[in-house]
Structure formats: C-alpha cells, structure tokens
C-alpha cells in the first residue's frame, strides 16, 4: 500500500523539478533588459530609498564612427513603477559639469557659445520595422552615400512615430523637465534635416531664444532684484528684464535661453539630474499612461525596445548610442 | 421540474443510458486515490481550452501581419483578455503534466495488460494529440519565440530521411515559413486536433467503461471490491479537485500573465530560440547528435519512445502487474524519468 | 428467386448485391471529395519558395577578415498575399578579390547564426553548432556547411540570390 503512494510520489516530485527547472531557466533577465520594480519612489532624490529595491541595468553606448563624441560611455539605468507612474535613474559618469548655453561679453561686444550634457531615449509609439532588434539604429537615415554631417533621424515609414526623451541639462533641468518629442517619417521642411523631430503638443511654456533684434547679443538678463529661481546661471522667462550693459563688466555671461516649463504634452516628464564628483545622475518621471497620442502608452506586462545616447557637451550626430536595443520590462 | 423531466424522458428515452452511466461502480481503491481522477481531469482541462479557445477565436487573426496585434489586444486591452489567455497558457502546461501522470499511473499498474491494450492505444494516440496541440499552439501569436520554434520543428520533420524534404514542406504550406504556415496550423489546432481528441476520448472512456477499471494491486482477500457510484459519490471528488484546479489557474492566469515575446522577426540573429518547457529535454538532446548523426535524434529516438509506448502491451505480456515485481518495466520507466529529468534541466540552462 | 435464405450457408444474393453497392458507393463519394481535399490541403506546399536578387551593398566597403551583417529583404507573392519576404546574410571579401556571400540560416535546424568577429568564427545560439570564415562546420550538430549564395555585380553593386 505505502510503495503505490511512495511510487506516486516520487513521479509527483521529479516532475515538479522538472517543470520547475525548466521555468527557471526563462525567467534570467539577459543583460539588455531594464527590470521595472514595483515601488514607488517618495522624490525625485537620486538617493531615494526606493531606489535600492531596482537591479541596474549597465546601457553600453558607443561613439558612432566620424563622430567628434568624445568616447563611449556606459549609463547605468534602474526603473520603478507603481500603477500609474514610472521613474528612470540614469547615472553616467562625465568628468566635467557642462550646462550653459551663454551669451559671453567682452566688455563691448558678445559671443555666442557654452554647450550642455544631454541624455536621450527613443522608444515606438507604433511598432516602427525592426525596432525591436536594432533599436535607434533604424530611425537614423544614414546611407553609405551621404557624409555624416547629412545624417539626420526620421522614421522609417511616412506613417511611424517614436517618442523622444531628450533630457538637456541647460534648457530643461533648471525647470526640472525632459524635453518631450516625438519623431515623425517626414522632412516637413526638405532643407531642415532636423524637421522630422517635433515637439509634442504644449499648452504653454519651453525655452525661446533670448535674442536681441541684431543677433548679435541677448536681448534680456536676469532681473537683478530677484534671485533666479531656477539657480545661478539660468534665466527663467519670469525673472527676465530688459538688457542693461551698464549693469555687466567683461567675462560675464547671459544665458542664451530663456526658461520656462511647459504645460500640457511637451512637459509630461518631470526630472531632477545632479552633477557630482564626475558624474551625471538623473531621475525621470511620467506617467505610464500620458494618454496622449504623441507619447508611447507603457502597459505593465509587456516589453518596451529603447534606445539611449549620451551627449557630452555636444549636439546634433556627435553623441554615443546604444548599439544593441534594450528592452524595459515591469517585474 | 419533474414534469419536464418526465416529457423529456418521453421524447429522447435517455432515463436508461444516463442512469448507467452514472451509477457505474467505481472501485474503492479508485475511487480512494486521486491518481485515477486524472482521466476526468483531463476531460474538463479539455473542455476549458475549448471554450477559452473559442473565446479568443473571436479576436485572433490567424495572419502573419494581424496575429501578433490580435494577441496583444487579447492579453493587454480586452477585459478579462488577460484571464482567458492566462486560464488557456497555463492549463496547456497542466494538461502536458496530466497526460504524463496519467500515462505513468497506468503504466506502474500495469493496467495496459489484457484485455485493455485497445484502452491504451487510443491512449498513446491521446497522449500525441495533446502535444501537437502544444506544438500547433505555440506558433500562433506569431511572436519570435513561436516563429523560431517552429522553424526549428519543421526543420526537424525535414532531417527525416526520404520523406523529409515533402513533410517540412507540407507542414511549412511551402518551402519557408509564411501565410500558409499559420493557417495551417491555426485549423489543427482549432479544429483537427479537438476533432481528434473528442473521438479518441469517447472511444478511450467507452473501452474503459466496457472493460472496467484494472483491479487493485493488493487485495487483502477474494471477495469483489466495494463500489461507489460514479454520480454521486466518486464525482462529488472530482468536482472538488476541478474547482481546486480552476482556482489555480485563475490565479495563476493572474499572478503569472501568459507571456508575449516581441514580433517575429525573421531577419534577427540575436534571439536565442527555446521551445516550450516540455520540449526542453528533446531540445537538449539534439545538441548530442552532430553531423551525420541527425536522424538518429530526429527520427531513430522519437521512434523508438513513441513504438516502445504503442508496442508495450503486447511486449509485456505476462500476468503480473506488480511493479516491484516487474524489474524490467520498473527499471525501463526510471531510466526514461530520469533521462527526460535531467536532459529538461540541462536544456533549461 | 427464393426470398426467405437467411441461415443458408450460401449468401444471399440481395443482401450481396447492397454490399457492393453499399461499399462502392461509400467508396466513391469518400474518393470523390477525399482525393482532391488531399491535393488540396498540400496546395502549394511543395512547389519551390520565392527567390530574388537582393542588393548586399558596394564591393569597396567590404574587408577580408570581417563579415558585413546584411538584412534583406525583397517583395514577393506568399499564397494570397504580396508580402516583404525577410532574411539575412554575411558577407566578406575572399583572398583572390570575389565575394563570400552564406546565408545566415544554420545547416542544422534552421536558426540564424551570429557572426563573432573577436572569435572569428559564427556562433548558432540553437544547439552550439560553430562555422569558419570559410563556412565549414567547426562543431556541433550542423550536418553542412553555411550556404553560399551566388553572387553577381549590377551596376557596381554586389547582389546576392537568396
């Protein structure tokens, strides 16, 4: 009587290890996958307690070949989400802090200079054509004919869309934001290659050029009576005045923007980036669901391809990208 | 009620034939022992894939450029598209374990023995249908992890010798992969595969019922076992592990979402294909036959388990169905367990 | 003709005569929809798949020592269908200046090797079969080596017949 129940047994036990094991070898994440945990950050503090809970995911960039990026960066990536929302930290290491985009004045006359580290991520609002195994690579309209100063970025069909994160330390963390756009399949202006790229849709506010009607200086400064809001060295639409030179000696500078956050789409995700001891590391936050149709719908459960480049005080095609696509999924 | 009951009785006679079948007699030793409630749970897991299947039946679009959308929409955006594709993945899984158990129940009883080796034939043909539907299933979100796996499966067909090249051809609907491939498997597993099953199961069940069950191994005296009736003695058991199953799988379905991998990709060299946990030993196996070697994995060994199975009874053909006093079946059935055990959690790896 | 020869050793000859019809009636109307619902669910099936030139990408880009991964892809009829037929293929340049063009599906079970240039050799992540820069097995299951693929050059582009 007792060997049937022993023998049941035993056939019971071999086949759980063998389910079990075998379920065990699908779960390992392979190292292209950000694992999303459950827990909700109380701040945008890159050392939130919350923060401890996600595995970091190491994103390997690489300088695109003719480039001036400077050298390939690795970012270090964790996700949390909670039933609405998720968060990003990205930590990176920069060995200089560069975030001004600065009017310089020489006493007499000003010049144009300054540069800022950006961070980007592009993501499919639609299922955009190998996507999902190459990444960014595929929104980057480069053929083997043009030189890379014609490169620009453009989806693949007429009818794709891809979201953009683009996160600029000078234009859009003093107001602790990320610069939400998205990317379209047409060249609206054939002559501006970048005119494939939007902005989403606002309902008020982003930075305007502060410009003086010549083009040869800024057209505004911060109101001395107040201290700028968004910390020294940014210059918020709010607080500006009227240029006034006598109040400025040789070597100081303007900001070239004037700051202001949007409302509405363009400023869906809020973000906090510190530089420190040779290092960048930067929160976001939006909502899983935007609801609006310019921004990719994050649904829990299933799999999100990205990419991601770094820009080390630089703009247009001289950043690092991710060579392989990485893969966001919610634990 | 009962004057509708009797107006029924009237019209289709049906009194008789209900009432056997539900008062047969289940042994005592059956009916104590949840390892003889398989059978029955494999009929309702049966009927559970059916209406979950038909379910999604109404959303799912058997093409390369719709099926993965269809699937998506299923699992993420339908209410409740989440339950019934959870209920239908996880209870696929189930019936793999149950079919086995049954079949290995069966198998240690030796209740394969005269007179029900017809029994046991209709159930090795059984136990090939419910893999099939495992392996027709599989493909059908047309996700990588489907579309690789049938690539391999196919290719497999095609190393068998002779007919090799026409088999993968038939199966594929063309030499690739493609439209054809889909449909063709999406209508076996929708529709030949249950047809198969319904008329396997009622022959199966019928030589059961005529046959009766084997009886118990140690009789402790001659006198005829005690009996319950099947309604509703025996199936008031049954009930109750049903809805514990039906329990777990909703939980399941919930706590551990069906998965969906990305869109397949024909073009992709990274992903690393894997079939489904039970084919995982087989998987492993493949790797151990190099070159020339191909067909003895791909036809010699299926052939060889599957003949082995169908075979047994007329290879075991001696009265005793004890198995400590049967080293050679006993002896036979740990070393497949372990083989099949060890080479699943190698190819896991 | 008697018509009361039930237990009679010899057969009936009605009863014989609907046998036959019984059993070549059923016959024929089994053959008559059975045979070509046979030819029909083959359909297609064994004739030969789509092929096609398809561009693999200017000669002077290529090198001798490392493989071009090339995805292609080609408009072909699938049963009912138009679709955009997929693949992929490698590419480098042989010693004496022609191309290397295999195909990357692996000679085993059919999954698409990887090229690794630090190991100079491609990888198949199915059951670890490994292939030179030449295409020959190097170990594991596959029974073949990689396929060349014919080449041809079109107005100085290379194309390959996949």
Known sequence: MRKRYLAMAAVLAALAVAVLGACGGDEKASPNTLVAKKSSPASLAAD????????????????????????????????????????????????????ARVWTFDGAAWKSGGSEDRLALYWEINPIDKFQTR?????????????????????PGVDDRADNWHWKAARTNPIGQVD????????????????????????????????????????????????PGAGKGNLLVAEAVALDVSKLKAGDTVPR??????????????????????????????????????????????????????????GAVDHTISEDVYLLKFD | MKTVLTWLNDRAGWNGPIRSLMKYPVPAHAHHNPMFSMGSLLVILFLLQAVTGMLMAFYYDPSPEGAYGSVD???????????????????????????????????????????RELTWLFGVGLFFVVVSFGFTGYLLPWDQKGYWATQVGTEIAGSVP?????????????EEMGIATLTRFYATHMLVLPAAFVMLSAAHIALMRRNKLAPALIRKSDEPENTVPFYPTHLAIEAVIALAVVLGLIFAANQFPAPLDLRADPSDSTFVPRPDWYFLFYFQLLKYFPGDLEAVATVLIPLFFFGSLALLPFLDKGAERRPWRKPITSGAFVVYAAAVIILTILGAR | MAESQDSSPVVNRREALSTIAFWCATAGAVGAVGLPAARFAIGASLEEGAHSWVTVGPVDKLSADDFKHVEYHFRATDAWREVTKEGLLYVRLGDGGEAFVFSATCTHLGCNVSWRKDESRFACPCHKGFYDTNGEVISGPPPRPLTRLETRMKDGVLEALV
């Open chain 1, 48 to 99: 939130d307690a919350a923060w401890n809970k996600a595995t970091a995911t190491i994103i390997k960039t690489s300088v695109i070949e003719g480039s001036k990026a400077k050298a390939a960066v690795d970012v270090s990536a964790k996700a949390l989400y909670s039933g609405s929302d998720i968060w990003f930290r990205f930590e990176w290491a920069d060995a200089t802090e560069t975030a």
């Open chain 1, 135 to 155: 990444g960014c690579a595929v929104l980057c309209h480069n053929p083997d004919t043009d030189t890379i100063d014609k490169w620009y970025m453009i989806t």
């Open chain 1, 180 to 227: 939400d756009k998205f990317l379209t399949g047409t060249l609206t202006d054939p002559k501006d290659i970048e005119s494939a790229n939007k902005g989403d849709a606002k309902d008020a506010g982003g930075y305007a050029d502060n410009k003086a009607a010549d083009g040869k200086g800024p057209a505004k400064m911060q109101d001395p009576a107040k201290q």
């Open chain 1, 257 to 314: 923007e004037l700051l202001a956050a949007w409302t509405g789409s363009r400023g869906d995700i809020e973000a906090k980036g510190v530089w420190a001891n040779g290092k960048w590391t930067v929160v976001f936050h939006r909502k899983l669901d935007t609801g609006h149709e310019d921004d990719v719908k994050l649904v829990t459960g299933k799999s999100y391809p990205f990419g991601l480049s770094v820009f080390d005080s630089a």
């Open chain 2, 73 to 115: 929409y299923i699992q993420f955006t339908l209410k409740y598209g989440w339950l019934v594709r959870g209920i239908h993945h996880w209870a696929a899984s189930l019936m793999i374990i149950l079919v086995v158990l049954h079949l290995l129940r069966t198998y240690l009883y030796g209740a394969y023995k005269r007179p």
């Open chain 2, 162 to 174: 002779l007919m090799g090249d026409w088999l993968r051809s038939v199966m594929r609907g063309g």
